[in-house]
């Protein structure tokens, strides 16, 4: 397992498989070959006024059995469940990479994203919303189905 500090930190991992976190801060993390789980606790986020904005350089979106990356959330959620999940997790992309704000408490409703974030998570060079993938709902089911966010619930 790697963590960071409460800085910002530039963690890397190795050729296997890695468990990373980040910690509090703004982080840049990289896992490398292998099949990588990105985690996150409550005690990572920040405020709304100031959440934290960590970038994975390298998430492949291939499923865990073929290499690919994890989002584990499931520390960092609080009262979510397979019901109410599109109240914690917004996505966005700029057509390159994806950005997910994440309301760790379940206030996103409507179109209040931007006042109720409190950690941002970027996946560099990937987009979420290719294959015909569009709302928040489809890309989360896309994500659990595929064994690639881990949340309770």
Not at 10 to 39: C, E, H, N, P
Not at 118 to 133: A, C, E, H, P, R
Request: proline share 2%; aromatic share 6%.
């Amino acid at each position: 397992m790697l963590f960071g500090g409460a800085g910002a930190d530039i963690i890397t991992g190795g050729a296997g498989a890695d468990r990373i976190q980040g910690g509090a801060g703004s982080d840049t993390l990289t896992g490398g070959a292998g099949s990588d789980v990105f985690a996150w606790t409550l005690a990572d986020r920040g405020t709304t006024a100031a959440p934290p904005q960590d970038t994975i350089t390298d998430f492949n979106v291939a499923t865990p059995a073929a290499g690919g990356d994890v989002l584990d959330l499931r520390d960092l959620l609080s009262g979510e469940n397979a019901g109410n999940l599109a109240n914690f997790i917004h996505f966005s992309t700029d057509g390159t990479s994806t950005t997910i704000q994440i309301s760790s408490t379940g206030a996103f409703s409507g179109s209040n994203y931007g006042t109720a974030t409190d950690q941002t998570i970027v996946l560099q060079n990937v987009n979420l919303f290719s294959g015909g993938l569009s709302t928040d709902q489809q890309i989360i089911q896309d994500l659990l189905n595929k064994s690639k966010l881990v949340v309770d619930g």
